[in-house]
Every structure is written in C-alpha cells, then in structure tokens.
C-alpha cells in the first residue's frame, strides 16, 4: 500500500475534535498547520494558477472554482490521478479517498461519513464574496476548506466564516490565518457559512473536499447534486 505519512498533521486535527463537537448550533472547527509543513509547501507551490480554472477565462471575475480531473462544477469526482498538478496533489487527492483519512474524519467530528465526495478548489479575489447560506444536504456530510495563502492579515475578509443566521452581524467564526489552516462543518440545516467582501488586492485560495456517507443500496446520503439541481429546476416549471 502507497504510504501517506507525512501528509496530514493529525495531532493538531485530533486536538480540535472535542471544540468541534461541541460547537452550537452546528458543529464547526478550526485546525492550524493543518498539514505537515514540507508537505504543505509542496501544495503550496503546486496551487492552480486562476487562468486555470474552469472560470478563469475571465478574469475580470472574482471568485473562481476548479473541479479535479477537470469535470463539471456538481460532478462526484473520482479518484484519478490528473497530470496538470504536480505529485504531492495528486498523492494528497487519493489520501482522501483512503480508509485511513476516512475514518481519522468520521472519529473527529462524530459524522458517520464514509467516502469522499467532492475535491475542488475555491478562490476569490478582490471584490469577491459569497453570501450566508446553508445547502442543508442531510445528517452524514463534512464539508472542508484548507486555506493557501501566506501573509494572511489577522481581520481580513476573505477566509470561510461560520454564522448564526442568514447576516454577517451573527458571524460566530472567522479564520485569522489562511495558511496551512482548515475551516470544516456539519453541512447541517444550520450551518450557515459565507466570505466576507474582500477590498484587498489578495488572493483567498482554497481547496475544498466533501466527505458524506454512502451505500450501494441508498447511493449518497446528501443526494447527487447534480440530481438536486435537476429537481430544482423541475420545481421551477411547475411553478
Ligand atoms: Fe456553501
């Protein structure tokens, strides 16, 4: 079996299990040096470029999203090595589909999760922002965001913010480092979260991973998104 140590830190993950259980009204945590530091530099270099991005075509834009493997934005990704990023993301994309980051996962947060889902990156520039919102997907989905960027001023907007209510005035966390930090919730039917309207020249660069529970029998617990976008647009033809 391929080794993956050397990866992640998973003292410092383990050490936040009890905050993020705790945590009202929704389970939400904070990890610093997420991964281990040789490791994370190695990402750190390997980052996409914007122009990449499946959106970044554009550059005039503002937030900007890239899915592994190249596929559509709501695709399941699959577990395939992708010759664009270099080997320590292709090495770190398969860690996550592995029992051992699984489990470590389901053991942290206490969510009966299973396999990975979704594998992504997220960046915003200036004048980006996404608004509070919550996907609500059900009881058995961790959505998680690890941070990349360096010199990351302590108040600045542009890290993933966990929220009470549909406002930014209930804001109940915010990252003050975006490196080599991970900001992870219960994608819950409380768990508003967001990013504040960035006025920086920066860039917010991120890489998001879904882990949700799964059988043969029943398929995803939080569905297929793109079924569920499928059955939103049904919705609006009805109306
Ligand atoms: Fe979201």
């Given amino acids: 079996m391929e080794d993956f140590s050397g990866i992640v830190n998973w003292e410092n993950v383990f050490k936040e299990s009890e905050s993020f259980k705790n945590q009202k009204p929704f389970r939400f945590g904070f990890i610093r040096e997420f991964f281990h530091r040789e490791f994370y530099e190695k990402l750190y270099e390997g980052y996409p470029d914007l122009s990449t991005f499946q959106d970044g075509s554009d550059l005039s834009r503002s937030q900007f999203s890239k899915i592994w493997g190249g596929f559509g934005q709501h695709d ?23 029992k ?10 206490g969510i009966p999760v299973n396999k990975r889902k979704l594998f992504h990156f997220v960046s915003y520039t200036k004048g980006g922002f ?7 997907v059900g009881p058995s989905t961790l959505v998680m965001f690890s941070f990349f960027s360096k010199g990351w001023k302590k ?5 993933t913010y ?3 209510d549909i406002d930014e005035s209930s804001i109940l966390f915010e990252p003050d480092n975006l ?3 991970m900001a992870l919730f219960h994608d819950s039917e409380y768990s508003i979260h967001g990013v504040r309207y960035m006025t920086k020249d920066v860039e917010r660069r991120a890489n998001c991973i879904t882990l949700e529970e799964y059988s043969n029998e029943k398929g995803w617990s939080g569905g297929n998104p793109k079924k569920i976008l499928e059955t939103r647009k049904d919705d ?4």
């Fill in 76 to 98: 399941i990704v699959e577990n395939i090595d992708d010759p664009n990023f270099n080997e320590y993301w292709n090495k770190f994309q398969r860690y996550t589909c592995t």
């Fill in 100 to 109: 051992e980051f699984i489990e470590n996962f389901r053991k942290f947060s």
């Fill in 130 to 136: 996404q608004l509070p919102h919550v996907h609500n």
């Fill in 155 to 159: 108040g600045d907007p542009g890290g």
């Fill in 162 to 164: 966990m929220a009470k």
């Fill in 179 to 181: 490196d080599n930090t």
């Fill in 236 to 239: 609006l033809i009805e109306l």
